[in-house]
């Protein structure tokens, strides 16, 4: 029973294997599965040199401003799918108009939405650091500016996404965790230890956003185009957020399910406890992102075809295939090497 079922599973491997040419979707995701292969090295270097070079309670602090800028900055992820969704769609229609004007119109949005969040960070910083038992409550202003900055970058990410620059967008994903790596080494290693980890974050978004802008110049800089005049022509702006509010559901859920552990750490741990705990929550996310490269590049490929009212199914099949495999070599080399793992994140902790 057990060798029919293996040869079973071995022949429809073999099958989607054998049909899976080097066509759009597995170049584009070989594109962007070196650039995220790059980012993650990047970003497990940051992670990596923090722990060593500040103390586990700063880690903990550290590790918390990120888990919080990613809750409170949940509406930013949906616009990354929300442009990625529109830009696509338009693209596939020779639309450009309705890009540069769709672009333009969000960008003035989330730039609102950034400011309130930071005002609401910045009034209420006392009650947030007495929470997360934070000493300074100065910490918490800066994890505003991050939310700040941070409202716009996925904008931009999500049109270069949507008009399928991959090779762009891995570039300015490597910058970006480049340059957190090398602020975040420089300013710790200056004796500016949580604050330096903190602002090495800001400086790499600021300037990862902005490098973000010259591939989708074309889009953005149009001669003639005023703030009043901000519309999208032929498209209801509630279209466009009924689309959006699946979306959020589904980001708000992951976001909750993945982050909200070390809030509840934080607040009744000891902060000895919560930096160890924000050490080994690590581990745990090294499998959860590691398909990334591929959802990246099947949902701009998906919106197009669906636009262009072509079946969609084979690009899941050939996505499943793909995530399936990744899966589960990451998750049977963390069974084989434990021990391993363990030392390469976390060194002598």
Known sequence: MWQELVVNVKDKLNF??????????????????????????????????????????????????????????????????????????????????KISSFLLLFLKKMGIFGIIIFSVFFVFRHNIASFYKIEKSVMIVVAGLIMLFSALFPLTLGGLQGLQKFKSLGMVNIINAGFKLLAGFVLVGLGFKIWGALMAIIIATVIAFFASLFP?????????????????????????????????????????????????????????DAGYYAVARMVGKIILFLPGAVTIVMFPKVSEQHAKNEDTIHVLKRSLVIVGLTCFLASVFCVLFPRLIINLLTGNV
């Open 216 to 272: 989708l110049k074309p889009y953005l800089f149009v001669p003639g185009r005023k703030f009043s005049s901000w519309k999208i022509e032929g498209v209801y702006l509630w279209s466009i957020y009924k689309f959006a509010f699946p979306i959020f559901a589904a980001t708000a859920s992951y976001a909750l399910l993945t982050n909200m552990d070390i809030h509840l750490v934080m607040r009744f741990f000891s902060e000895t």
């Open 16 to 97: 989607y294997l054998e049909n899976m040419k080097i066509d759009g979707l597995l170049k584009d995701t070989g594109i962007v599965f070196v650039a995220s292969s790059i980012v993650n090295v990047l970003n497990l270097l940051y992670q990596f040199f923090m722990v060593r070079m500040i103390a586990p309670t700063d880690f903990r602090i550290l590790d918390t401003v990120l888990s919080l800028t990613m809750i409170a900055t949940m509406p930013t992820g949906v616009l990354q799918t929300l442009v990625t969704k529109f830009v696509s769609g338009f693209k596939a229609n020779n639309e450009i108009e």
